[in-house]
């Protein structure tokens, strides 16, 4: 998935603010200036490894970044990162991995993870928040 602002302003308009989950997408993709997904899955485990990340979460590790949430196991890894400009919080990626599958979201312009959470299921975003990362 690959929207920019305008795209996004064009989907938005599509959802339905009378459906509870639509409603509340709509609102908390209000100042989202782009949305990028990228979902990959791996038909044999092992083939992906966490290591493999390491140019990507290197990226994440510049001053304007802050990690929010970090989940790493020997074969799984959850991480939510905060995007700060001006110490005002613009931007969030979220990195889930297992061996076999790798999930990234880059949402620029939100700037609370709930609302990253409250898209899942539309614009082509994973359901997040699940039961499975909760009890963590």
Do not use: C
């Amino acid at each position: 998935v690959n929207l920019d602002d305008s795209m996004l302003k064009a989907a938005s308009g599509a959802l339905n603010d009378k459906k509870g989950d639509e409603a509340s997408a709509k609102k908390a993709v209000e100042g989202l200036k782009g949305l990028y997904v990228r979902v990959f899955e791996f038909d044999k485990r092992g083939v992906f490894k966490l290591d493999d990340l390491k140019p990507v979460r290197d990226q994440l590790k510049g001053p304007e970044w802050v990690a929010f949430f970090q989940v790493r196991e020997p074969e799984e890894l959850v991480e939510i990162w905060i995007h700060r400009t001006k110490g005002e919080s613009d931007g969030i990626v979220l990195l889930a991995a297992e061996d076999n599958e790798l999930v990234v979201i880059n949402a620029i312009g939100i700037s609370r993870p709930e609302d990253l959470s409250k898209i899942g299921g539309q614009y082509g975003v994973p359901q997040i928040g699940g039961k499975r990362y909760r009890d963590k």
